[in-house]
């Protein structure tokens, strides 16, 4: 099922327009590259409406927010929407500053995205529901576990309702909804929270993938969340007693890179609820 | 006759001042240092004139433009022309947006430089020719191939004549030629392209050759290309099935700085039309 | 004696905020996520002194300086000094304009600093003494040598006591010093300069040491130091034939991860003058 929304990834090669922080950005072009869709970044408000305009996707970043920026992100999501583009939102640190919640709050208010994900803490903050954060990282007591997945289930989807986008909160189990059905999605592996930037790149590859599959941001968004847990998962087994997160990090931008359709719909691991 | 110019790189170890994009900041730096040069980067008006004063070529390239560095590229351009120093530009999406074109115009209107180096839509959009660009890439019906070679090379000619620089036109053939002489090299791997910025690091890789060879410009951007084409062969030696563009462009940067003399001197693959 | 100090970072996991360039900045995240710790990237002076107050300790390094992030670096400074927060600075390429000289003097000024690290130049250039530099680089003319070592440690103590801060001096041969007590650090291979960012990955480093170990600054960052060049050493050891700077990175990083605490215990190579 997840096969063919990679497979129109391969064969649309979607261009994504990336407003995004400085720290991953450059791993994010790469995995665009590398699940065989294209990057550009552009953040200067003098042309980000331009160049959303070429572009098939938008997928917008608050990691190192800043006041230039912030105009661009709107201006940009504001045309995408006009020209019925897919567009995600990765609300980095939301819940850390108030600059960031507000930002993320901001956004989701004048642009209507396809997909909003982060972690638990960041969506959390997004809802105005009390959550606490660990600066990027999703708190501890508020981590999705097997205990508290029901309730982070029905949390997602009144959240993803509420928003009118497909949500998809990441963690150790990731819960891709868009109010009525959830994907509960158990690829991954815990060391990749270790490598900087995992979170901005599902996030550029969920663009990727909405973008292929226009029709179907739900079952794209779940398949990209599958495909990097996937690719986390296969990029552990190259892993030797030298290797640590870097080259962690380079074997998963490599698995993504060679990702097979089978290898994705075998090893798609998730149910629904 | 290439491995002068690598020799003058590795024995001078020219230091550049990069202006540049924060997507591929990164492998622009290691790349200088692999080559055995070594970067700087300063983009802020309060300082690049200092910055570039003390360095030996400069770098331009506007990827990730914005209106706080366009000044800052001016100032530094002229500068650099002031003290006689070998300028490269790099037009990172000419053609995508108005605000790239129309700078990129600019500064080749008010900075003479040694060289410019981008895809044929990127050149075509400076020229004022018309042309389509598939965001920071090369459109395909723009491609340089067997076939249009000829074409292509009329074209560059006469692009580098008006412009009064070395022009590097690169894709699965490249073109560099200064109006008179033309080199066609048929060096390099086309998954090179599926890496993030190897244009980028390979502006940076000719901003140090032409610095360290200043009386050469033209056969030095010529080895310049020579050799990262040919560093994206021999990395290429090194792939494993479960490699990706991530290890890919990590090979690239490996073979740079293990080049040899002799290397580049067998390897490299150009004809002089 | 040092392994406590790694120790320490593991168990705690401290949240270090970055206000860093954006050439090596996906580096210092992922040598913080190595070491144990935890990265947190914010440059807006909207939400710097928020962004701080969470975290447990604040890296300011001036690469890449500008306008809007000056007033972000002091403000957080501050911040953190009024909260006791350990803040690290890394004065990259003072001397080389004097915009970078004069923000780091500044910044010395109004921000009480728990650790100052840099290159001989750098430091030079912020005390006052005449000092080449070679970009970002510490100039030939001004490197620790076996011979200079004792000048070199004076001027350290003498700078560390002025300053009011833990001074690392860092290159062949290390010096870090609060004034009194000096440690001599002969870590580290030649070819880690081959790679952008390593001094910038050590400054995050020490972050996270001495956010770690509040009582116990100096023995903190010569850990760090000895830990940075230690896993130099061990990275290198992986080297094959074909592998050149960026293989390197990645082996430091990895070499960061897997670092045990026995392996700093033994391999840490200093002498207390």
Not at 104 to 112: D, M, Q, S, T, Y
Not at 122 to 133: F, H, N, P, Q, R
Not at 192 to 215: E, H, K, W, Y
């Amino acid at each position: 099922m997840f096969q063919e929304m990679l497979q129109n990834v391969r064969e649309k090669s979607p261009l994504i327009h990336n407003i995004t922080n400085y720290v991953t950005v450059n791993d994010c072009a790469n995995i665009l590259l590398a699940c065989g869709g294209s990057p550009i970044m552009a953040d200067d408000l003098a042309e980000v409406e331009e160049i959303t305009s070429i572009c098939g996707g938008l997928n917008i970043n608050i990691g190192t927010l800043n006041h230039r920026t912030i105009p661009a992100m709107i201006a940009a999501g504001k045309r995408s929407n006009a020209l019925g583009h897919p567009v995600v939102l990765d609300p980095v640190g939301a819940g850390a500053s108030a600059l960031r919640t507000d930002t993320a709050r901001r956004l989701v208010e004048e642009v209507k995205f396809t997909v909003i994900r982060g972690n638990i803490s960041e969506i959390k903050a997004l809802s105005g529901a009390s959550a606490a954060t660990k600066g990027v990282d999703a708190d501890l007591a508020d981590r999705v576990t097997e205990e508290n997945l029901g309730e982070a289930v029905a949390f997602a989807k009144s959240f993803a309702k509420a928003a009118g986008a497909v949500t998809a909160i990441t963690g150790a189990i990731d819960v891709v909804t868009d109010g009525e059905t959830a994907y509960c999605i158990r690829n991954g592996r815990p060391e990749m929270s270790r490598i900087t930037g995992t979170g901005c790149q599902l996030s550029a590859l969920t663009a990727a993938f909405v973008t292929a599959n226009p029709d179907q941001p739900l079952r794209a968004a779940a398949a990209a969340v599958c495909a990097m847990g996937l690719c986390g998962e296969i990029a552990w087994t190259r892993m030797t007693p030298a290797d640590g997160n870097a080259s962690y990090r380079n074997y998963i931008l490599d698995a993504v890179y060679n990702l097979t359709l089978q290898q994705l719909e075998e090893g798609a691991n998730y149910e629904v609820r």
